[in-house]
């Protein structure tokens, strides 16, 4: 353990003693949000995020020390672990470096090399490596081997030559070399017929190269799909003449007699047929791994973003599902997000019954005094939107409405939760029902869906799944527990994210709500069936209860810190506590000052939702028209995704426009996200290209 401690330490530089009690608090089952928001001194103040990496990092530290033990026992026992190998083991900081340590003292049972092993020809091939003979004299000594299964000299020189190459290819130090020159120098050669459309970027590829040190992640990605469709074929390109160079000076000996040609050809046969094979395939790996993680971590910060947009408070939301045929669902939900009505309307063609469609939607805003109006961006979008703005001109009325992603909702309205909470509705009215309340409440209502189905990932199907699940449930669950959850108000789907709860507790929670009547306290969540004492230790300050019995409950504080929280209201005017009296006082407490700086901050505002800080929604009551826009156009928009290579914004336009990275700032930047969120709202955006027969748009935010 103390290894592996000094090996944290190097790694994510958090001091050894903070190391120590974050290892005995996971071991203890604490959660990552629990940790991060309720044991600050413990962690030397460490974040969520950078609990994560440490998770992770402890988890790849952990597997590497325990295959070093198992490839040093593994070589001891054949006898030939020496205290230089013991070190090369010991110093491994990957996988990678530690299984080419390994790799010359696999048993390999059916290759070339160990067949002429097995007949006796590593004698031969220690003579050939040599150098020392001349070709004649080699011929010679070669047939001295014939014997066995080994007919002919020639053979005997063959198996000689194929010991030497798998003994070249197996070189810890030859596969670094090569790695790197290949990693660095090389490219990918694409051939193919196939076009890249990158999110409205087309690139021909049919005769390409992409730098492998260079090449974006999306663009790997999407070469694989590509390789995946049998659409291209993607190979490393090497320069042979740099390997053979490198061979004759540094492989073959100085005094090298007659035999050096037939050793040079024994090293070229061992990078053409094993070395280079087995780099190319390492390499593929190691660059999918990277382009997964740079994916992945795209697609989490855009999911954060998404969540963490602020509610629509204080309004009553009509939620439009758009479409042709079939008609435009409606739902309306009041402030709290509770369904209370549905209809559909025919406004958009074949039907296109504007008159029926005005009389439903006014009849609809009377009764439920209606003030704002969330449409997906689907099909019959755009019309949609039309009829909205001509009804506000022409019945006079004032229903502002917003543009939102309807993804994942046909997916949300099929599902076991929605059968659940719209038991006797059709499932396109759900469907409404959702796109209305990611409007009220999006953290709430997207945590119901997966979140693969929310259209804000890039090439989410073509990465590593397990990877890409793990770090959007964490992503989710850091959020959501830095947000805060309403006990009484909140669904299965929401509870199930709080520290320490789970699905299971989840629906025991929403069970004694029902039975029981709204929590009054969080100690009553003791009375919950499966909540015990380590569950509620977890969950209890991610917790609010608006109209509790005590003002603590609709804060972070946690129930453990409850009496000194007390006896800060009682002792002390919060307001005016100074940075130079918390230290008397966290002695005074017996508590830690980052943790008594929290209790204050909770005390000032009880009941805060950190997302209500953030820019609002921007609603509208009329269109922008692309026969309107040109070049030098400003407009305003909302982010509606994020890639690796640009962003698409909503601004009022049946297509969202681009923003590619190279018009996002006066300086270069290595990713929109340093620049961009999702559901930003932008108020200055240039138009730099109009393509009006393929509704598409080009934008910017850099100045003329």
Known sequence: ?????????????????????????????????????????????????????????????????????????LIQERGVLSAELSTLI?????????????????????????SAIAAGLQPLANILQSGRLELAEFKKKAQEFVKGSIKTVDEAMQGAKDIVAEAYSDDPREREHWRKQLLDYSSFEIKGTKTLKEEGLFVKLAGKAERISSIPSHRYLALMRGVSEKELSVKISHDMERVE?????????????????????????????LLFPSLEREIHSTIKERSDIQAITTFGKNLTQLL??????????????????????????????????????????????YAASAKVIKELAKKYNITGVAIGN????RETQEFFARVNHEEGLNLSYTVVSEAGASVYSASKIAQEEYPNLDVTIRGAISIAQRLRDPMAALVKIDPKSLGIGQYQHDVDQKL???????????LVNRIGVDVNSASVSLLSYVAGVGVKVAHAIVEYREKSGSFKSKQELLKVKGLGAKAYEQCAGFFRIREGKSIL???????????????????????????????????????????????IAELKKPGFDPRETLPPIIFRS???????????????????????????????????????????SEKRIAHPLEVLSVNQQLRHIRVVEVDQQKGKVSLSLRDV
């Open 308 to 353: 963490n947009t602020p509610p629509v408070t204080k309004r009553v939301i009509l939620g439009a599902d758009p479409a042709y045929r079939t008609g435009c669902k409606l739902a309306v939900v009041d402030e709290h997000g509770t369904y209370l009505a549905h209809a559909v309307i025919y406004p958009t063609p074949p039907v296109s019954d």
């Open 245 to 273: 160079s490198s061979i004759k000076q540094f492989r073959l000996p100085r005094n090298a007699n007659g035999s050096k040609e037939i050793l040079r050809e024994a090293y070229l046969d061992g990078f053409k047929r």
């Open 553 to 599: 409950d609709n804060t972070g504080v946690h129930p453990e810190s409850y009496d000194v929280a007390q006896k800060l209201l009682k002792q002390y005017n919060i307001w005016s506590i100074t940075k130079e009296q918390i230290g008397t006082m966290a002695q005074e407490f017996g508590m830690g000052e980052i943790t008594l700086s929290d209790i």
């Open 622 to 664: 009329d269109l922008t028209d692309i026969k309107e826009l040109r070049e030098g156009s400003i407009v305003s928009g909302v982010v509606r995704n994020i890639a690796d290579f640009g962003a698409f914004v909503d601004i009022g336009l049946k297509n969202d426009g681009l923003i590619h990275i190279s018009q996002m």
């Open 1 to 73: 353990m103390t290894l592996l401690i000094d090996i944290l330490a190097k790694k994510t530089n958090i001091s050894k003693n903070n190391i120590e009690s974050i290892l005995k608090l996971l071991e203890e089952g604490s959660t990552i949000p629990f940790i991060a928001r309720y044991r600050k001194e413990m962690t030397g103040g460490a974040s969520d995020e950078q609990l994560r990496d440490f998770e992770t990092i402890y988890a790849y530290s952990k597997k590497l020390l325990e295959r070093k033990e198992e490839i040093r026992r």
């Open 378 to 381: 689907g099909t019959g979008s």
């Open 90 to 114: 010991n110093a491994a900081q990957t996988f990678q470096v530690l299984e080419d340590i390994y790799r010359p003292f696999k048993e390999k049972k059916n290759t070339r090399a160990a």
């Open 468 to 478: 890409l699940e793990k770090q959007l449930g964490s992503v989710t669950e850091d």
